[in-house]
Nanobody
Framework: QVQLVESGGGLVQAGGSLRLSCAAS????????MGWYRQAPGKQRELVIT???????KSADSVKGRFSISRDNAKNTVYLQMNNLKPEDTAVYYC?????????WGKGTLVTVSS
């Protein structure tokens, strides 16, 4: 059974940094497009940033220049580096893995940014 397990969330002050990790128990991890999404209280889940199998990335305008994504295919892990965090970045962050029709989600990790 496929599992995505996020870690690294927590409470941080505005302007601070956090790094989230997502460990994936999938075969051919390197072929998956991996991504991070977030859902703030009372809002819909939204795309944060993705990384394709070839390494290309796409990110939401709201995080450009502050967040970056990377992957370690040897460890089946994807990372989200978040710098210069803002209170509006407060949300549950979810890891996502997509390969053709296969689409998997983690249970999420909470990031809280205090002002």
């Amino acid at each position: 059974q496929v599992q995505l397990v996020e870690s690294g969330g927590g409470l941080v002050q505005a302007g601070g940094s956090l790094r989230l990790s997502c460990a994936a128990s999938v075969t051919i991890f390197s072929s998956y497009t991996m991504g991070w999404y977030r859902q703030a209280p009372g809002k819909q889940r939204e795309l944060v940033i993705t990384i394709a199998s070839g390494g290309g990335t796409k990110s939401a305008d709201s995080v450009k220049g502050r967040f970056s994504i990377s992957r370690d295919n040897a460890k089946n892990t994807v990372y989200l580096q978040m710098n210069n965090l803002k209170p509006e970045d407060t949300a549950v962050y979810y890891c996502n893995a997509v390969y053709f029709s296969m689409n998997y989600w983690g249970k999420g990790t909470l990031v809280t940014v205090s002002s």
